[in-house]
């Protein structure tokens, strides 16, 4: 037996005993709250439950923890490694999760030899950082993983070569209606700061006569006092015609608060046109909150509007969350294990074949 099938076979013995990392390469939030970074550290922990060895892997030794918006710390328990640091050794057998954000990352990291997957959360950050001309498959990057079918579409649609895989995320099961009557209070969620103010200031110079009337921005709050504000509030506004997936309409949807929101660009797999008011641009949204609002204090909300969230009620849980990524990373490992036998075959018969069908994995243990 050559070296290099030892390691190959050395390298598939530490995949079938989940010996092995499966880096996630994070943004620093700064201690605020970001769907993006709660998914991946949300999917970091299921993998550690399921025994593997997930790596929290961030850009500056100086990093801010997730701990208290996320409002746990077992999320923090997660092995964490900073990439300026010289104690990063990846190898054949590992895994680097990069988003789709981070070009850089998958440009500087396309000689490692660990197999490299894109997380892409948001369609709107795939193309703000790739130079023009350039996709994925430069930096040796071939698969990816998104969170819906219409996210996966346009990923085929600009890169047709790259796998596309679905793993839905999920809303804690703490937003859910509550059995105390809804408020007169407005949650507001926009993508853009300046479009909430806009939005407000619009709506009481259009109706004085509710000034009285609060608007809870949803920026920056720990998720579970997020979830208990949000329940109260009879209105929810969400503004983000540039969303991937749109957590915030889903959380107001299973709370119960009748939802308000621009169409996106990409229109998520939830969408339903009868589960909310749905405006085509910021500009309407003032006049449907004061149309919807006063149809609430004289208890007049469409039916369709009241019945039609009923089933989101089951929809996105935790738990099928959970087994989709764990079914996703067991296939994912089966499939590298197959490479590496693959390149041992290989590696046996180049005396009848000179030229090898799967040299990149081969050479990964030159």
């Known amino acids: 037996m050559s070296q290099q099938t030892e390691k190959i076979n050395a390298a598939i013995q530490k995949l079938k005993s989940k010996d092995f990392k499966i880096y996630f390469f994070t943004m620093d939030s700064r201690g605020n709250p970001v769907a993006s970074v709660n998914t991946i550290y949300t999917w970091a922990k299921y993998l550690k439950d399921a025994g593997y060895n997930p790596v929290i892997l961030h850009e500056k030794k100086e990093y801010t923890k997730p701990d208290k918006w996320m409002g746990s710390t077992e999320y923090t328990e997660i092995e964490h490694k900073s990439a300026d640091t010289k104690d990063v050794n990846m190898f054949p057998q590992d895994f680097l999760i990069i988003p789709e954000m981070f070009s850089n990352v998958m440009e500087s990291t396309k000689t490692m030899p ?17 130079k023009p001309g350039e996709q994925w498959l430069n930096y040796n990057i071939n698969e990816c993983i998104t969170t819906c079918e219409s996210q996966q579409k346009y ?4 890169f047709p070569q790259v796998k596309v895989n679905i793993v839905p995320i999920s809303i804690p099961k703490y937003f859910n209606d509550s059995d105390k009557p809804k408020k007169p209070i407005f ?6 700061p300046r479009n909430a103010m806009k939005i407000i200031k619009t709506f009481f110079l259009r109706f004085p006569q ?3 009337i609060t608007f809870r921005d949803m ?4 998720r579970e006092d997020f979830a208990k504000g949000l329940k109260e509030c009879c209105i929810s506004i969400w503004d983000d015609k540039q969303s991937g997936f749109g957590t915030f309409p889903l959380e107001a949807l299973k709370s119960k608060s009748t939802l308000i929101a621009t169409r996106p660009t990409v229109m998520p797999d939830w969408y339903d046109e009868k589960a909310a008011v749905w405006v085509n641009d910021t500009i309407d949204i003032a006049d449907a909150i004061g149309k919807t609002f006063s149809a609430w204090l004289e208890d007049l909300i469409p039916e369709e509007l009241i019945t039609t969230p009923e089933k989101y009620k089951d929809m ?14 067991d296939k994912l490992i089966e499939s590298r294990i197959g490479e590496f036998e693959g390149a041992i075959k290989e590696i046996e018969s180049q005396v009848q074949v000179q030229t090898p069908n799967n040299p990149d994995v081969i050479n990964l243990f030159d």
């Open 210 to 212: 509710y000034r009285w």
């Open 219 to 222: 920026r920056g709050i720990k």
């Open 155 to 158: 990923l085929q649609y600009l």
């Open 316 to 329: 996105y849980t935790p738990e099928a969350e959970q087994s989709a990524v764990i079914e996703f990373f």
């Open 114 to 130: 660990v197999k490299r997957i894109v997380l892409c959360q948001s369609y709107d950050y795939i193309l703000e950082f790739l």
């Open 187 to 192: 949650a507001i969620h926009t993508r853009d």
